[in-house]
């Protein structure tokens, strides 16, 4: 039987029986030979082993109030170009890095400005900017506000964001099927891309290699803890408003249940095999800041607060317990003022 969100039993009974056998377990291996032969299998599956050096191509600069911008053009392995910005200090001196990787919010026309603003930016453009900033980061990009607290920001249009947009909501689900008809996934570009996004930040003069972070929320906050997964070099993650167990997630009214948006998360080679909180603590002992809110519809705080759990289990066992924090707040899908500020003085401390 399929029930009204499609759901047919046989999915239900692949829920309710899953093991994940890539998960974490004390009673089958130390957690430093787990963590170096399912990184290593994850890898391998997500055809993530070796990862290339995007070109670049300088488009524009402006100059704002002590920070100074860039408009590129990264051009990566596998044939696609995107649009980034990036944003640094103009004081002189190497800095820390951040790949701030941006949100989906089944909104499409813009990719980088929705966390990075720059003062030039075409009128339309400004104003579809300053909107979803009101309505999803307390009225503030953080990208530029990174930028004024001493770090390098980078941040690139995800493939049908901003410059590489499709056909919006309903066009997802073509968009995953004509990649998945020669073997690649959507969730599976995005992530390479990421991946060379990051070796480029931090190959830039300027950037402190050893100091580099990962940082994002709702979909960013995903990409940013997949990338401090399987990259040796994130040093630091903070992910907001994204963390789950797939059982938790895959519940009526879940985004994870209706196909579009959720093809941005589903790995096919690795998909059954381990659940996302044991995904992301692939970065322990690394420094990590898990943000959720506890009214956020998407993540239900029980859900979230099950899937820390279990990795707060991991980070202990790899004897850095301090390492991982996760904080709960009382508000829904959004990544206020108060919560950014958090992070930035988290970052401060661990980067």
Request: glycine share 10%; net charge negative; proline share 5%.
């Amino acid at each position: 039987m399929i029930d009204g969100e499609n759901m047919p039993d046989l999915a239900r009974r692949l829920r309710d029986r899953n093991v994940f056998a890539w998960n974490f377990d004390p009673a089958m291996s130390d957690v430093v030979t787990w963590r170096s032969t399912t990184l290593a299998a994850v890898r391998g599956a997500l055809g993530v082993e070796h990862v290339a050096m995007p070109s670049a191509t300088h488009l524009a600069e402006w100059a704002d109030d002590g920070l100074l911008g860039q408009h590129l053009q990264l051009g990566f392995s596998n044939g696609e170009a995107a649009d980034a910005y990036l944003l640094r200090p103009s004081a002189k001196g190497p800095t820390p890095g951040i790949l701030l990787l941006h949100d989906h919010g089944s909104f499409f026309s813009i990719g980088r400005q929705k966390l990075i603003r720059r003062p030039d930016e075409p009128r339309e453009t400004a104003a579809l900017s300053d909107e979803w900033v009101a309505r999803l980061y307390g009225g503030r990009h953080i990208g530029n506000a990174l930028a004024r607290r001493g770090y390098s920001v980078l941040c690139v249009d995800a493939l049908g964001w901003g410059g590489r947009a499709g056909t919006g909501y309903e066009g997802q689900q073509a968009l995953a099927a004509n990649l998945m008809q020669f073997g690649q996934s959507l969730a599976g570009v995005v992530l390479q891309e990421d991946l060379e996004a990051l070796t480029f930040l931090r190959h830039l003069e300027g950037i402190l290699p050893e100091r580099v972070a990962s940082f994002g929320f709702s979909m960013g906050g995903a990409r940013a803890w997949q990338v401090a997964a399987l990259s040796h070099y994130v040093k630091a993650c903070v992910s907001g408003g994204w963390m789950g167990t797939l059982a938790g997630l895959m519940q009526p009214g879940s985004n994870q249940l209706r196909g579009q948006s959720a093809f941005y998360m589903l790995h096919p080679g690795i998909a059954g095999r381990i659940d996302y909180p044991h995904f992301a603590a692939l970065a322990a002992p690394k420094p990590a800041l898990f943000l959720s809110g506890r009214e956020d519809r998407h993540f239900p705080e029980a859900v979230s607060a099950e899937a820390f759990r279990q990795m707060r289990a991991i980070w202990e066992a790899s004897g850095a317990p301090d390492a991982f924090q996760a904080r709960a707040t009382p508000v829904g899908h959004v990544f206020t003022v108060e919560q950014q500020e958090d992070a930035i003085a988290w970052l401060d401390r661990v980067l």
